[in-house]
């Protein structure tokens, strides 16, 4: 039927599913841009990092502030993982690493570690995390966070002596060693 106008009942009625659908799609898009901005803004809280850009990099990481207390662990999993696996003494010695960060079995955390225990982050997740630690140990002042290089540094080291030599102890491959230089150049690039 048409109107004086015009318009059909049945152009009418397209029209008005159109705008509720636009509608409904700008409501959708600016619950996630809050629900970014309250991701980043927890995130900027527990690392003490303010720069937009370095924020979106941990988000796009898939840190959350659920998982952000992992970010620390980063440079222990990549020396774990720098033969091509993860060995059970390295496990144990990473969950153990993780349970003192009070990371509690079961949550968001723990499942995240899990699956990188599984299956290595990608090269660039251990290059941007890296990034990310060292823009962390610069403005370790409002971040609930608290890390040190020189621990760190440790916990890589010993993570590197989990799997080699005699019961465990002694030996580190070369990938280990090549991942304990890269991280402690890094790190200490940032102490200085």
Not at 137 to 144: C, I, M, N, V, W
Not at 163 to 187: P, R
Request: hydrophobic share 40%.
């Amino acid at each position: 039927m048409s109107n004086a106008d015009g318009i059909t009942d049945e152009v009418r009625k397209r029209e008005e599913e159109y705008f509720r659908r636009k509608d409904r799609e700008l409501i959708e898009r600016m619950r996630q841009s809050a629900a970014s901005a309250d991701i980043r803004k927890g995130l900027e809280s527990a690392t003490g990092i303010h720069d937009a850009e370095s924020l979106k990099d941990l988000e796009a990481l898939g840190f959350t502030p659920n998982t952000i207390t992992l970010l620390p662990l980063m440079p222990v999993l990549q020396v774990a993982w720098a033969e091509g696996s993860v060995s059970t003494a390295e496990r144990e010695m990473i969950v153990s690493l993780a349970r003192a960060r009070d990371i509690a079995p079961g949550s968001d955390a723990d499942q995240k570690l899990q699956a990188w225990l599984e299956r290595p982050p990608s090269d660039e997740t251990f290059r941007k995390a890296g990034r990310l630690i060292a823009a962390m140990l610069d403005h370790p002042e409002g971040a609930e966070l608290q890390i040190d290089a020189n621990d760190l540094i440790t916990y890589c080291e010993q993570i590197a002596h989990a799997s080699g030599g005699l019961f465990g102890y002694g030996s580190v491959s070369a990938q280990e060693k090549a991942a304990l230089q890269q991280i402690a150049a890094q790190l200490k690039q940032r102490q200085a």
